[in-house]
């Protein structure tokens, strides 16, 4: 997984996106927290990399003493298996979401990463379009959710589930900014211009700040020309949206996933690893987190 793929004219390393290679700070530890930045990640495509990324990076950003919570918003419960907490006999999302009056703090657990915490789901969110399709506002309801925990969190991540209907409407809606992790593979474009329009839309009818925070390529295998010509074309439709941190393709995961822990504490040193560290100060530094 290397990061300078080639050099320029002059002799400077080129990172993988072309542009040349950049040192992210090691962020200073903030003194007070909160209120929260809230960022969905969100790809209508499925095993894109959205819940290793939300593990991961909740994970490297809670090592840099920020506070984080990673709501899982996918029915498959992946996110919370990947964090090792419970989803039965707990509250989970779904609870949150059906009734107002159950108080959000009930469904946070804590992860065995200090700093992080983690609201589970399970199979039951599978339902909730379907009951949240008459609710006044239904667009709305997770925003409201995450309002009454802002002030605790300094980064609240949302791992999306892989279809762009009323849930991830709500995450949207819910959301600050949005990343989107991109599979390093020739048709993983197509997908994206209809999840920008859909952001658009989200912009225009229910939440104006909202903002495109980066595209993150995953799985990328920098052997490849294949991989580099379908990087290099994202990095001219959509320039500098395309973050410069790049994440390899590596069975690290996987791993990592079986053993419900984060990369960066199963294999601190994995270049992976590193890569979502520098994936979290890449986001401090364009002021996407605190
Ligand atoms: N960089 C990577 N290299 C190799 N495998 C990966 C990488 N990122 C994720 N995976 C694996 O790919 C699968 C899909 O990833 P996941 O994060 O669940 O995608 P999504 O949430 O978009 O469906 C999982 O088995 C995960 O372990
Ligand atoms: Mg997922």
Excluded: W
Aim: glycine content about 8%; aromatic content about 4%; some cysteine.
């Amino acid at each position: 997984m290397a990061t300078g793929i080639s050099t320029g004219p002059d002799g400077t390393a080129l990172g993988p996106t072309g542009r040349p290679v950049k040192e992210f700070p090691v962020p200073e530890f903030l003194d007070g927290h909160g209120p929260a930045r809230i960022i969905s990640l969100c790809n209508q495509k499925g095993g894109v990399g959205k819940t290793t990324t939300t593990i991961s990076l909740g994970a490297a950003l809670a090592d840099y003493g920020r506070k984080v919570l990673c709501v899982d918003f996918d029915p498959q419960g992946a996110l919370s298996a990947g964090l090792g907490v419970r989803t039965h006999d707990v509250t989970t999302v779904y609870d949150l979401l059906l009734s107002s009056r159950t108080d959000p703090h009930t469904a946070i657990q804590p992860t065995n990463v200090p700093g992080l915490d983690v609201i589970p789901a399970n199979i039951d969110l599978s339902a909730a379009e379907v009951h949240l399709v008459n609710e006044v506002a239904r667009e709305q309801i997770l925003a409201g959710v995450l309002r009454k925990l802002s002030g605790e969190y300094d980064v609240i991540l949302i791992d999306c589930q892989p279809s762009l209907g009323l849930l991830t409407v709500n995450a949207l809606t819910a959301s600050h900014g949005v990343l989107i992790p991109l599979e390093s593979e020739f048709f993983a474009l197509r997908g994206v211009a209809l999840l920008i329009e859909t952001i658009d839309k989200v912009r225009d009818r229910l939440n104006p700040a909202i903002e495109l925070d980066g595209i993150l390529t995953t799985m990328f295998d920098s052997r490849t020309l294949h991989a580099r010509e379908v990087l290099e074309r994202v990095v001219e439709a959509f320039g500098d949206t395309v973050l410069d941190t790049v994440i390899g393709r590596t069975v690290k995961f996987p791993d990592a996933s079986v053993a419900g822990t984060p990369i960066t504490e199963f294999a601190p040193d994995h270049p992976a690893a590193k890569a979502y560290r520098q994936l979290a100060r890449e986001l401090i530094a364009r002021g996407a987190v605190a």
